[in-house]
């Protein structure tokens, strides 16, 4: 397995850090969620073959990414901000209206 995502939403209700946890191994067509029990999340994505570089992609919620660094591939994992999040938050970096179409740009490449 190579890359995975993580999200904590429930459809329909507010984001609660106890709340669901899923995960997908992309190239396995492989699911796994749990309720309020992180480890089954982790122990079972730790269980798979991993490849050695793993690249996994979340929200940005801090309960995310604190699941994500339990992941243990062989050498290295790659943390990427999903999309909407990124965008949702680009401006927190600074920059105009200019440098942020220029980051876009980059981001679209």
Same mark, same amino acid.
């Given at each position: 397995?190579?890359e995975?995502?993580a999200?904590?939403t429930?459809? +329909?209700? #507010? @984001?609660?850090? /106890?709340?669901?946890?899923? &995960?997908?191994?992309?190239? *396995?067509?492989a !699911?796994?969620?749990?309720?309020q029990?992180?480890?089954? &999340?982790?122990?079972? &994505?730790?269980?798979? #073959?991993?490849? #050695?570089? !793993?690249? @996994?992609? +979340?929200?940005?919620h ?10 243990? #591939? ?6 990427? !901000?999903?999309?909407?999040?990124? *965008?949702?938050? !680009?401006?927190? %970096? ?6 942020? /179409?220029? @980051?876009?740009?980059?981001?679209? %490449?």
């Amino acid at each position: 397995m190579e890359e995975i995502s993580a999200g904590s939403t429930s459809k +329909g209700q #507010p @984001c609660d850090w /106890k709340g669901y946890k899923a &995960v997908r191994l992309h190239n *396995m067509q492989a !699911l796994a969620a749990s309720f309020q029990e992180n480890n089954l &999340v982790i122990d079972w &994505v730790n269980d798979q #073959p991993l490849a #050695p570089i !793993l690249t @996994c992609i +979340g929200d940005g919620h801090d309960g995310i990414w604190n699941i994500i660094r339990e992941f243990t #591939p062989e050498t290295e994992r790659r943390e990427i !901000l999903d999309w909407f999040h990124l *965008m949702e938050n !680009l401006h927190k %970096v600074g920059g105009d209206d200019a440098k942020d /179409k220029h @980051c876009i740009k980059i981001f679209m %490449v």
